[in-house]
């Protein structure tokens, strides 16, 4: 009856994904994805479909424009599926962190474990140059980095030793620390961040993870 009712049109697909008719699924989730661009669930979905009839090219380039909206743990998973099944490893690079993350809206503890110490200093450091979502707005002396989340990192990778942090100096050294801290090491707490970062970098962050989450 509407054509252009995103809910009913994703349902349709599900209807066939459920009656193993998979390539009339992806017709429907292809148009769910048109109608809500900004969305992860038909993104996922879409994934799922491309998956489910080994067009493993599709399926990645579908899993990585879903990353790319929200990156969302269970993308991450289907993406490392798809990774073997191309014949490539997966990894993320993720670490485990102890501490919550700089905001501009929020008062954090002190921390005195190092480097997260300095993590956390480096805000101090920042802050009248950001906006209240962590965007740096104005030019400064201190930094280059557009980002109050990649500008922590900076500052703490001066005085942080240990493999952990290995890979994310190689990705300082190499221009992609923004890439690292908003993909590999994303939190909702940066979402306004990583959108704005996606919305500028987004040919920049699909190299990335293909050329550096999978190997």
């Known amino acids: 009856i509407d054509s252009s009712y995103f809910r009913a049109t994703l349902y349709a697909g599900d209807c066939y994904w459920l009656t193993e008719r998979h390539e009339d699924a992806i017709v429907f989730y292809k148009k769910a994805v048109e109608m809500q661009p900004g969305l992860l669930e038909p993104r996922k979905f879409l994934t799922d479909a491309y998956m489910s009839t080994e067009s493993w090219a ?7 424009d879903g990353i790319l909206v929200y990156p969302d743990a269970g993308m991450f998973t289907r993406l490392d599926s798809i990774s073997k099944m191309l014949g490539k490893k997966f990894d993320r690079h993720w670490m485990a962190r102890q501490n ?8 954090q503890l002190e921390l005195k474990e190092e480097p997260w110490s300095y993590y956390r200093d480096a805000k101090l450091k920042i802050e009248e140059y950001c906006d209240e979502a962590g965007v740096i707005i104005k030019q400064n002396k201190i930094t280059t980095k557009d980002y109050l989340e990649t500008y922590s990192w900076e500052y703490m990778l001066q005085y942080a030793s240990g493999e952990d942090f290995d890979f994310a100096k190689k990705m300082e ?25 996606v919305s500028n970098n987004r040919d920049k962050a699909k190299y990335y993870i293909k050329n550096y989450l999978m190997q």
Request: net charge negative; charged share 20%.
């Open 58 to 64: 599709l399926a990645l380039d579908a899993c990585i």
């Open 100 to 107: 919550s993350l700089n905001q501009m809206r929020v008062d």
């Open 173 to 197: 050294k190499e221009g992609n620390l923004d890439c690292y801290v908003f993909i590999s090491m994303f939190h909702y707490s940066v979402y306004d961040q990583f959108v704005d970062f």
